[in-house]
C-alpha cells in the first residue's frame, strides 16, 4: 500500500484545530475579469485539472473556472472514488493507466495528500461469459503494460476474505478480474489540490458564478454570459458533467449525451476487514471499505433520465439484496447516507473530448461512470490540445466526430456495473 507524507503533523493539526488560526486559504477570491484567455466551464475534478495543467505545463495562466455552485459540488464529490485502469479497449487501457500513473505522483505534484491507497481492484465473474470478459480484459491491459490478471475463487478468498465463494449464492463465484494498481482516493482532496495548485499557478476560481450564454461570432466562439456578466474568450472549455448539453447548446453543439442519476451509500464505519475495492457486474454492485472505515456501495445508474441527486428506497433495497449475497456477514451494518450524481452516458460509454465545430469551444464530457478516475489525465490532455492545438494521441479516439463516422469505442465491457 502507497504511504504518503501528509502536509501536516497531528499535533500541528489539533494545534491549529483547536485554535482555528492561520490555516492559509487554499484558493483565493478574485474579482471576475472582463477577458481572460481561456474560459473552463465547470469547477469540478476535470475544470479544475485542466486549469492545472495549463499553467504548470503549458504556462498559460489567465484562466477563469466558473462554477455555478462550490467546487467539487457535482460529480466529483459524489462518486466513490475508484481509480484503475483494466479497461477493455487499447485506446481506454492506455489512457487510464495514464491517469492512474497520475494519480500514483499527485500527492508530490500537488504537495496536497490525496490518500490514493492502491489496495487493487477486483471485478467477480459470476458465469462463463464473464470470465471470458475477464480473460479477454486482462489479455488487452497486459499487451499495454497494465498489471491485471484472472484469478480463482480460492484466490479471491485469500485477497478478500469477507467474500462468499460457496455454491450458497444464486450466483456463485467462478473467478475474477485482479488489478493490483487499482484502489481509492479522497476525492474532495483531489479537487482541493488541484484548485489549489491551479489557484497558486494564476487562474482564478469564481464559485457561485453560472453560465448563462455563449457568444459565438460565425463559427468561432467569442466570450460567455455569466450571472456576474459578460467575459471575452477566445476559447471556451465545456468540462460539466450533468449540464453538459444544456451548456453545449448554448453554443449550438448539439452532444449525444443522455444524463442519468447513479446512486450510492455508505455505512457506518466499523474495523478494517475488506483491503480491495470489489465489483460485480452481474449484481451490479462495487464496494470499497474506507480509511474511516465505511463500506461505500455503488450501483448501476438509474434506468431513466433525471437531474435528481436524491437516493431511492427501491436503490437501497435492491443494493442490500445484491451486497449480502456478497457479503452474507455484514447483515447487521446501517447504512448512514445514500446520494446520487448524473452521470452523462454517450452511445458506446467512451467520452467525448476535443473541439467541437464552434471554433475554440471544447468539449471534455460524456464520462459516464468513468469521470473521477479520468479527472488528472483528462485535465492534462485537455491542456496539452489547447495550449498546443493538435489532438494528443492519447485522446485521438474520444472526438466528436467518432458518432458520425461510426468509429465507436465500445467500451461497455469495462464497466464496473451494468448500464
Ligand atoms: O468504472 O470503476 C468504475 C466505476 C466505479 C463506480 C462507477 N464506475
Not at 500500500?1 to 487554499?26: D, I, Q
Not at 465547470?42 to 462550490?70: D, P, Q, S
Request: proline letters at 6%; a neutral charge; charged letters at 15%.
Amino acid at each position: 500500500m502507497a504511504r504518503y507524507p501528509s502536509r501536516y503533523s497531528a499535533l500541528s493539526l489539533l494545534r491549529k484545530g483547536a485554535t482555528r488560526s492561520n490555516w492559509p486559504r487554499a484558493w483565493r477570491h478574485h474579482e471576475l475579469k472582463s477577458s481572460y484567455d481561456v474560459v473552463i466551464i465547470g469547477g469540478g475534478l476535470h475544470g479544475l485539472a485542466t486549469a492545472y495543467y495549463l499553467a504548470r505545463n503549458h504556462g498559460i495562466t489567465n484562466v477563469a473556472v466558473l462554477e455555478k455552485a462550490y467546487i467539487g459540488g457535482g460529480g466529483s464529490g459524489r462518486n466513490t472514488a475508484i481509480v484503475r485502469s483494466n479497461y477493455l479497449t487499447p485506446e481506454g487501457s492506455a489512457f487510464y493507466d495514464r491517469s492512474v500513473q497520475l494519480y500514483e505522483g499527485l500527492t508530490e505534484d500537488l504537495n496536497f495528500n490525496i490518500m490514493f491507497e492502491q489496495r487493487g481492484h477486483m471485478t467477480l465473474a459470476h458465469n462463463d461469459a464473464s470470465l471470458r470478459t475477464m480473460r479477454w480484459r486482462a489479455e488487452v491491459n497486459k499487451l499495454g503494460g497494465i498489471d491485471s490478471k484472472v484469478i480463482s475463487p480460492a484466490e479471491v478468498k485469500e485477497l478478500a476474505p469477507a467474500i462468499d465463494i460457496s455454491d450458497r449464492p444464486r450466483y456463485p463465484i467462478h473467478g475474477a478480474l485482479w488489478h493490483p494498481p487499482g484502489g481509492i482516493v479522497r476525492h474532495d482532496a483531489v479537487v482541493w489540490g488541484y484548485a489549489r495548485g491551479a489557484d497558486a499557478r494564476g487562474a482564478h476560481i469564481h464559485q457561485g458564478t453560472e453560465v448563462t450564454g455563449i457568444d459565438v461570432a460565425g463559427d468561432r466562439v467569442i466570450g460567455v454570459q455569466t450571472s456576474h456578466g459578460p467575459v471575452a474568450t477566445p476559447i471556451v472549455i465545456n468540462c460539466t458533467a450533468g449540464w453538459s448539453t444544456l451548456i453545449a447548446d448554448m453554443a449550438g453543439v448539439q452532444l449525444p449525451i443522455t444524463t442519468r442519476p447513479l446512486q450510492a451509500a455508505v455505512t457506518e464505519p466499523v474495523q478494517p476487514f475488506l483491503d480491495p475495492v470489489i465489483v460485480s457486474g452481474t449484481l451490479h454492485v462495487y464496494v470499497s471499505q474506507t480509511a474511516r472505515g465505511e463500506l461505500v456501495f455503488g450501483a448501476s445508474v438509474d434506468p431513466y433520465s433525471s437531474y435528481s441527486s436524491r437516493g431511492s428506497l427501491g436503490f437501497t433495497e435492491g443494493l442490500a439484496g445484491h451486497v449480502l449475497e456478497l457479503m452474507p456477514g455484514i447483515s447487521k451494518m446501517r447504512l448512514l447516507r445514500q446520494w446520487a450524481g448524473l452521470c452523462d452516458m454517450t452511445p458506446d460509454f467512451g467520452p467525448i473530448i476535443g473541439p467541437t465545430p464552434v471554433d475554440g469551444f471544447y468539449v471534455d464530457v460524456g464520462w459516464g461512470t468513468y469521470g473521477f478516475k479520468a479527472g488528472p489525465v483528462a485535465g492534462e490532455q485537455v491542456a496539452a490540445m489547447v495550449a498546443t492545438g493538435a489532438i494528443p494521441e492519447l485522446i485521438a479516439s474520444f472526438g466528436l466526430e467518432r458518432f458520425e463516422e461510426g468509429a465507436l469505442t465500445a467500451e461497455k465491457g469495462a464497466a464496473a456495473v451494468g448500464h
